[in-house]
């Protein structure tokens, strides 16, 4: 997204679901771009009832308006990736208005490598009944558990199990407990085509192991920029637009091996 320095904030509304009608912030002027409350409202439209009890993965997620629309609607658990250190702050600041503080994890870091240390993670989960819990990321640590270091992704210590010599293909562990992510909205700036497409060759890949296999992954994106029909094993199955934004719908051509 689009920074400058900005400090003053504009508001957002949470259009439906437990949180309906309660105000989210976002800076003012062209500090970020969200996904506005109608296109957010159509969006959701279109993915209905399934969100509830869905995991959901909020990609250069900037106020977190999406990923928080998802909870209010009965999203199990939302993460929110952003790398910027003031939209992270400002995202747990949206959560914590709500009273929002368990299901939820933001990740501060880089997209592309936040969405491989993920996938490097739900490789190491284990057979042992350890779970990938929800709850806010704690500051200063990086997700190998170092100490501050400002580009890693920051997670929480409680989180993912360490890796072990006894563990199952990773795919079935997450899919016995639940912890496949279902829904995937990725809204890089409109200007920014390399990183849609490093995001759209990862996810489509059979790197991102985190993909439940029915998973459906959305781009929001300028009308006029065209993403492929495929990639990898991701094929396009609509595109909705709407005013200067346009949607891509995308779902795995198979699942995990």
């Not at 496949?180 to 390399?194: G, M, R, T």
Request: charged share 20%.
């Amino acid at each position: 997204m689009k920074v400058v320095a900005a400090t003053t904030f504009t508001l957002m509304r949470i259009i439906a679901g437990k949180y309906r009608s309660r105000i989210l912030k976002s800076l003012k002027g062209g500090a970020l771009r969200p996904t506005s409350d109608r296109l957010r409202e159509t969006l959701f439209n279109i993915l209905g009832a399934d969100v509830a009890g869905s995991r959901f993965l909020d990609v250069f997620a900037g106020t977190g308006a999406v990923g928080i629309e998802a909870l209010s609607r009965g999203a199990a658990e939302a993460i929110f990736i952003e790398k910027h250190a003031f939209a992270a702050k400002l995202i747990r600041s949206n959560l914590e208005s709500l009273g929002i503080a368990r299901g939820c994890t933001v990740l501060t870091g880089e997209a592309l490598t936040a969405l491989e240390k993920l996938a490097m993670r739900s490789s190491q989960v284990l057979g042992s009944g350890n779970t990938w819990e929800g709850g806010d990321v704690r500051e200063g640590r990086d997700a190998t558990g170092g100490s501050d270091v400002k580009s890693s992704v920051q997670v929480r210590e409680s989180g993912f199990p360490a890796p072990s010599g006894k563990t199952r293909n990773a795919a079935n562990i997450l899919t016995d407990q639940g912890q496949l992510i279902d829904f995937v909205f990725v809204d890089p700036p409109y200007a920014a085509h390399e990183d849609y497409m490093r995001a759209l060759q990862f996810l489509g890949s059979d790197a991102a192991t985190f993909l439940a296999p029915g998973a459906l992954v959305i781009f929001e994106h300028h009308h006029k920029f065209a993403l492929p029909e495929t990639s990898g094993r991701l094929t396009r199955t609509r595109l909705l637009k709407q005013g200067d934004a346009a949607l891509s719908f995308y779902r795995p051509t198979r699942g995990h091996g």
